[in-house]
């Protein structure tokens, strides 16, 4: 780093990624104040309470606010105020009813603090918007006081949940979508550590810097989409999807990450982000280019309705009157995040179905209480399955992998085992007596 004073951070929007991201630039040696609209949020962090479950941030947030370095509020003005940078962090939801991307909470928060803007600084988008959006934002800063001393830069994020922390303070690159030579200069400064350490930075403009968090999603669910399609075609087959991807990931052009199959993904991003892509490409008159991932949305929710197909033939055809432990309701083990969570989408349809269900999840109870109140919950997984006629291991938390048949064969009605991840070894599960189905596998 240079003599220049460090710049002072700002964080507008504390979820899953701006809490993440306040915390690690505080570590990194800034002050920073971050910002939500959510009081209680907003309160829960000032009091080193974070809100959901991320493994490694508790103990960074509390040791951050003890420096003094990191403070919460509400307060536009007062953001507006400190900040030499201010990272927009807010959620860009999928739209009701269409594919479309939600961006009034990125446009409120231009909106609130562009006014406000008083002296130069650099705004620095990092949701995940759709290409062309920052070149609209731009418009909107140019009404700040500050004038031409406000610049914009795009700078997307690559984290993923249960790992939030790591791949902030050690990315695999950082992305500058920039207009100008010292908007880059300035995120290079804040990013001074990390480059130091060696982490590769691509300059760019808005749109590119846009469309690779995209277009990295799109590649990903393709992946996971590709290897779910082959489960498919393997269960016309009586082939075995998990042999096939061992097989395939040992070709250095394709790798195993991403590669195995089960009920699909889920989450925050990736399926609201490739609908956002098609929905953009679709306003841009390219839709012709993005028709594929269509069909990587359609096989992804496809394997859902396979997964209760297959617990319909444990149950002998039926769900009235049976009762089914699913374990997992998070949409990915190490997360509390239950958006578009695949193992609670299935849990609630075998509820509709006529089943009894009973969810046990190690982190996300709360949210799923609050979002699914018709399921029940039970407190362990050997709850869950008590006197089951079923279970379904639809979440593959290290809690579920590691369980013994033994023990639960011990306590279910029925020892019938549907592994919607792929995440069991079938045969311990069968030498216990279980019948074990899974996705894609004899
Ligand atoms: N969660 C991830 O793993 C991840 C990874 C990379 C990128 N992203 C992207 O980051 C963005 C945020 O995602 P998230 O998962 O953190 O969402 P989130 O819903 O957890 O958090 C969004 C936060 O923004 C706050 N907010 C809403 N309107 C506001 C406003 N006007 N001013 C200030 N705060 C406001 C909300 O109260 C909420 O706390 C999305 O665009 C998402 O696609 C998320």
Redo the contacts with the bound molecule.
Sequence with gaps: MTDAPMPRVTV???????ATHAVCMAELGFDVLA????EA?VAALSAGELPFFEPELPELLRKTLATGRLRFTTSYAEVADFGDVHFV????PQKSGEFAADLS?VN??FS?LAPLLQRPCLVVG????PAGTAAGLAGLLSLAPAGAGVRLAWNP?????GY?VQDTLEPDRLVFGVADDASEQTLRAVYAPLIAAGVPVVVTDFATAELVKVAANAFLATKISFINAMAEVCEATGADVKALSGALSYDTRIGGRFLNAGIGFGG??LPK?IRAFMARAGELGVDQALSFLREVDAINLRRRDRAIDLARELTEGTFVDTRVAVLGAAFKPNSDDIRDSPALDVASRLHHQGASVQVYDPQAMDNARRRYPHLSYADSALDAAGDADVVLMLTEWVEFRELDPAVLGAVVAQKRILDGRNALDPARWRNAGWHYRALGRP
């Design positions: 507008l929007g504390t979820g899953y990624l701006g910002l939500d609209v959510d949020k962090c807010v959620g860009t909470y409120a928060a609130s990092k949701s995940t918007v994020e690559f984290l993923r949940e939030a925050g991003c982000d």
